[in-house]
């Protein structure tokens, strides 16, 4: 009986909240009526191109051409080394997967809130991977191969453009927050300015003008690495954006916290670092992962200057004569699509659970 009872509660609170939510009034119910219409229609046809009739296995375009092929999966698993590493000599792509555990088991530990060590786990991620993951990939160290960046493709020029972006803008951002509201004219007229230059001009310019009229202002036989030129103007980019963030939260602290800060004895720094910002930041999470998120997409502009990322190492891998086919696009580009929505909502969902943390002890 308590079975019953407890299941005829459940369906009896699904049909409470199906009438407060989806029929509360004749508007939502035609709305609800006309979308479940359209998913009546498209869900089951798009389960049948995607999976049902989907080609799995195959050597080549052969295998999916044909009435009644769906979508060419065939062409994903075997291409899917290019879509990953790029042309990155193969005998050398275990530097890549040692560099990405390596940052993975120092990434997931901070992650973790009750994992301790805090302090050395940043320590190592800020300062001894990156030198790590600068060797591995890039070699021409005793050892290991040199492998030029132009090599570099696919799912790693994406994951080191938006890790070095966010890693990067997130500490020049708050700089530029408080240098923006400064009492030191000087400092605070310096940072407004670089705000609004980098904010005023789409990410499309800078990657051109760091890949293509950058050498042209340098010294004769002075040079740097196509990609090095990008990733410093992705950062100082994104840093921009990130500061109107971070200045958002700053100017959500009440003026007293400041004053309470100064009559304890407080320095400037200690007042920010352990007073104001540790709240700030804490207000803005979700402006400031949703800069992540859109600097993670905004990683696919980089094919413009000639570096092939995720997405233009897919396209690139269409042009092949052996998978050319009618349903061969649409299915790369679900996949890549699927691929970028797996990282953004990973952010998206990581910062919800950072924020009901950090919210559980101040709800009453």
Known sequence: MARGGGAQVTIDGAIRWARLNLFSNWWNSALTILALYLLWVSVPSFLDWAIFDAVWRGENREACIGPGKGACWAFVTANIEQFLFGRYPVEERWRVMTAFVLGVAGLVPLLIPRVPAKRWNVIYLAVAYPLIAIVLLAGDRP??????????????????????GIVASFPLGILLALGRRSEMPVIRALSIVFIEFWRGVPLVTVLFMASVML??????????????????????????????VVRGGL????????????????????????????????????????????????????????????????RAQLSDAMWVTPQGAATAYIFAALVYWIFCFGMSRYSVFIERRLNAGRVR
Request: glycine letters at 12%.
């Open 251 to 314: 100017q959500a602290i009440p003026r007293g916290q400041y004053e309470a800060a100064r009559a304890v004895g407080l320095s400037y720094w200690q007042t920010m670092g352990l007073i104001i910002l540790p709240q700030a930041l804490r207000h803005v999470i979700p402006g400031i992962v949703n800069t992540f998120i859109g600097l993670f997409k905004d990683t696919t502009l980089v094919l413009i200057v000639g570096i092939f990322d995720f997405l233009g190492q897919v």
């Open 215 to 244: 050498p042209l202002f340098l010294p004769e036989g002075v040079s740097f690495d196509n990609l090095l030129r990008c990733l410093i103007g992705v950062a100082l980019f994104s840093s921009a954006y990130m500061a109107e």
């Open 143 to 164: 050892g290991l191969v040199g492998v030029d960046t132009d090599l570099w493709g696919g799912l790693l020029v994406t994951l080191v453009v938006a890790v070095t």
